[in-house]
């Protein structure tokens, strides 16, 4: 039914987009590369819609709001705050290091152990226990973002990561059924994205920086 090769090659480079948008330290590459990854996973709902052409509509609605909406606010925050990323808590070299280790080990885990954390024979099939694994690669790299970085803008392409890994899980575990479609454009959090680049910017005319740790420097 599935194009199984177009599926796991696309999922296989949404990691490396995941990385890229991690560890590139300029902004607006790091959003760019986040926006090829909003591509990928698009694709791929496209691929599923084989057997649930409600998926097609999702497609859609994350082209808007993944491929265009959400790179397009991040590129106009990143130009009105500064394209460089505040220094991270954790080094290149080291977080290169550990974005390869989390990578290898979870997608190891999962390959091995998809029929306890997916106990249904679809989830057998090579596509979709590839994009398992690559959806909980995504949402850790994501997560791993979140906490590591600094940088405020950074922290956001974290969440979206994370969101990314979350919808791809979603369509790897019930491709077939049309809610799948509904819940995940009711997911879509680009108003939410919008909303904290919104706030960074307001830190930023404030403070000068875009760094999480002057934050402590709001009170009362």
Same mark, same amino acid.
């Given at each position: ?139 850790? #790299?994501? %997560? +791993?973002? !979140?906490?590591?970085?600094? @940088? ?7 969440? =979206? *990561?994370? $969101? ?30 919008? #909303?904290? %680049? +919104?706030? !960074?910017?307001?830190?930023? @005319? ?7 740790? =002057? *934050?402590? $420097?709001?009170?009362?």
């Amino acid at each position: 039914m599935y194009n199984t090769h177009l599926i796991e090659t696309l999922s296989l480079i949404m990691v490396m987009t995941s990385v890229a948008a991690v560890e590139i330290r300029n902004l607006r590459v790091a959003a760019g590369a986040y926006g090829l990854q909003a591509l990928l996973i698009c694709a791929l709902i496209l691929a599923f819609s084989v057997g649930n052409p409600a998926l097609r509509a999702w497609a859609v609605v994350a082209f808007f709001t993944k491929a265009v909406l959400t790179p397009w606010f991040l590129w106009r925050y990143v130009k009105a705050t500064g394209e460089n990323e505040m220094k991270a808590i954790i080094g290149f070299g080291p977080s290169v290091i550990i974005a390869g280790v989390i990578i290898v080990t979870l997608y190891k885990f999962t390959h091995a152990n998809v029929h306890f954390l997916a106990p249904s024979l679809a989830a057998q099939e090579p596509a979709l226990r590839t994009n398992l694994a690559v959806a909980f690669t995504v949402f850790i #790299l994501g %997560l +791993y973002t !979140i906490l590591s970085r600094r @940088d405020a803008i950074k922290t956001v392409i974290g969440l =979206a *990561l994370l $969101e990314n890994g979350v919808h791809l899980s979603l369509v790897s575990l019930a491709p077939n059924l049309r809610e799948t479609a509904l819940m995940g454009i009711a997911t879509e959090v680009v108003i939410t994205v919008y #909303l904290l %680049l +919104y706030i !960074i910017k307001g830190i930023h @005319d404030r403070f000068g920086s875009t760094d999480t740790y =002057a *934050l402590s $420097e709001l009170y009362w």
